[in-house]
């Protein structure tokens, strides 16, 4: 049972390159979501997904854009990379979008904007 | 104010002290209170999670509710090494559209052998 997995583990992009960073779970979990972990801000949700086909905004969407095609897999397209999104991205699943089973968390991207 | 209010630490004790982390909240809907724990470079891994007041007891770990203060703690006993690691709580509320998660900033506690 892999749980969630995140690719790739560390990344340095350009200001302005593009890039989709991967999440897939095995655990069938309804509800996905994506957070950035920052130095003394802890996780903010970027955006969120309560299944297949819905996805919605967390709390810092901006730059970012998701889909969710299927149960297992819930990308993270980062547009035009700014130095701003240097972070620490954690993808995040859990069963119910509706009872709270708890999250269950990848191992992060590292991402670096020069 | 944030909905979440951590002391970021760090914490430094003694192997084999108590250990107590501690979070303050804001909105009084939240209904259900965990906590989470970080080693280095590794994603959050989900320690204990609790529905309303009261107290709750994991081996070592007892996480403690109280609404009425809106205050949440999480207690360690016989503290290990292993457990040097920042410690997150959160708190969440139902939304229509599911459940919105709320986290503290984490404390970082450092056990001394």
């Known amino acids: 049972n892999a749980g969630v997995t995140q690719t790739p583990k560390f990344q340095v992009l350009k200001t302005g390159q593009s890039m989709t960073l991967q999440c897939a779970q095995d655990?069938?979990?309804?509800?996905m979501s994506w957070y950035r972990q920052d130095p003394g801000m802890g996780l903010r949700l970027i955006h969120y997904s309560v299944g297949a086909g819905i996805t919605d905004q967390g709390e810092v969407p901006n730059g970012y854009n998701v889909s969710r095609s299927t149960t297992e897999d819930f990308p993270l397209r980062l547009l035009s990379a700014a130095p701003s999104q240097t972070s620490v991205y954690f993808c995040?699943?859990?069963?119910?979008?509706?009872?709270?089973?708890?999250?269950?968390f990848g191992s992060g991207t590292r991402l670096t904007v020069v | 104010q944030k909905e979440v209010e951590q002391d970021p630490g760090p914490l430094s004790v003694p192997e084999g002290a108590i250990v107590s982390l501690n979070c303050t909240y804001s909105?009084?809907?939240?209904?259900?209170f965990m906590w989470y724990r970080q080693y280095s470079r590794k994603g959050p891994e989900l320690l204990m999670y609790?529905?309303?007041?009261g107290n709750k007891e994991d081996g070592r770990f007892t996480a403690q509710v109280d609404k009425s203060s809106k205050y949440i703690s999480l207690f360690i006993r016989d503290s290990q090494p292993s457990d040097s690691a920042t410690y997150l709580c959160a708190m969440s509320v139902r939304l229509d559209t599911g459940n919105q998660f709320y986290f503290g900033t984490g404390t970082s506690l450092t056990v001394i052998p």
């Open positions: 909105n009084s809907a939240f209904q259900y």
């Open positions: 609790t529905y309303s007041s």
């Open positions: 995040a699943s859990s069963y119910g979008a509706r009872d709270n089973y708890g999250y269950t």
């Open positions: 655990m069938n979990h309804e509800y």
